[in-house]
């Protein structure tokens, strides 16, 4: 039997080659202008000879006022440019809550209780059934305990009960981190979408750590899964305006009274995915602190689609026809994200793509504009930008899309699939458990930058830039510590039940 021949890589490797050649030269376009006028220079000054250089030096008259009003002017504009110029904002450490074994959902388990739960229904149960089986999750994730009883619980101090247990043992293992001491905190912000009492949740946790009558606290709610990234913009504006400051954010989403027990296939959905969690994140822009922290914020855009109707009621909080609320997920959500996506890259990409990629894609834009309206556009390599990624997991069908669109490679999502698979949706604080992957298998190194992308009702997408501060050392504990070793796993298409 004949042997294949060997693939013709001549012409690949050269194209490659000449890539990198243009990104090299259009990025430090600047330094290699600059390069033969300081060669000119430099020989010039030896063509003159150090005499007629101090005979030119000599030739110049000094006048005391002038240099007077050109140092103050110097030293003027220096003042302003440094007062004007916005503080440094810090990552220090975080948190991410671990569930403990006892809140444990197998497959086995939720579907059991959704045939008992929904017994008369059986079309509903099989449609839960195949959702569960393609969502990517894996036999570890956790529901509060209410959502364990038959039929479930949820009551206002189960609901309490679950906020306590997470944002606490969340704040606790923040504090033991970074040795802060509750009275030493400045500013408070808590975010959670769906369960909003009174008084507030920013409120508990001010009862509970006995905090300062001064501090500044902000409590969100309704801001969906990228409420996370929104709460770090609202602590950046607020370090910004309060110096030598600090401010704890608390990202998470109470299931205990969201648990939709009706019948409607498209509120049934979030049953499938949510899962409890919570993070716990200390920022700063203290300059003492720039030595500890663990990343800088480099940039954070926000994008709002609201102003259309399709996006505003694409998830939608309401009641079915029997009295039951649940969140109705539209059919056309992933291509509402689509679309939001691309106005939030629209406006990053300038902000972190390197010169070569934008100059392409300009090029592109103009070809496209001028001479061929159906010329493909150019769709930038963010790979040059980042070193790491963060995708919100919502869902299976969310990473896939974003990989595809993004032309990511599988490592560059594995932190997203991994998180989805190990503790389901956890709403805005999923980001936090894709960084804290990220950290335990070792990659993070000082330099690198991170792309944190999430997505909330409304229709939001949020996106933030870090740039890591130092090389993280693998941690010994959080929320991996036992099951690090066992990732990555391999996930199929189809887990049948």
Known sequence: MPQAPMPELTSSVKLKYVKLGYQYLVNHFLSFLLIPIMAIGAVELLRMGPEEILNVWNSLEFDLVQVLCTSFFVIFISTVYFMSKPRTIYLVDYSCYKPPVTCRVP????????????????????????????????????????????????????ARSEAQLVIFTAMDDLFKKTGLKPKDVDILIVNCSLFSPTPSLSAMVINKYKLRSNIKSVNLSGMGCSAGLISVDLARDLLQVHPNSNAIIVSTEIITPNYYQGNERAMLLPNCLFRMGAAAILMSNRRSDRWRAKYKLSHLVRTHRGADDKSFYCVYEQEDKEGHVGINLSKDLMAIAGEALKANITTIGPLVLPASEQLLFLLSLIGRKIFNPKLKPYIPDFKLAFEHFCIHAGGRAVIDELQKNLQLSGEHVEASRMTLHRFGNTSSSSLWYELSYIESKGRMRRGDRVWQIAFGSGFKCNSAVWKCNRTIKTPKDGPWSDCIDRYPVFIPEVVKL
Request: net charge negative; aromatic share 8%.
């Open 107 to 158: 497959f086995a388990t939720f579907m059991e209780h959704s045939r008992l739960i929904l017994k008369d229904k059986p079309k509903s149960v099989e449609f839960q059934m195949r959702i569960l089986e393609r969502s990517g999750l894996g036999e570890e994730t956790s529901l509060p305990p209410a959502i364990h009883y038959i039929p479930p619980t949820p009551t206002m101090d189960a």
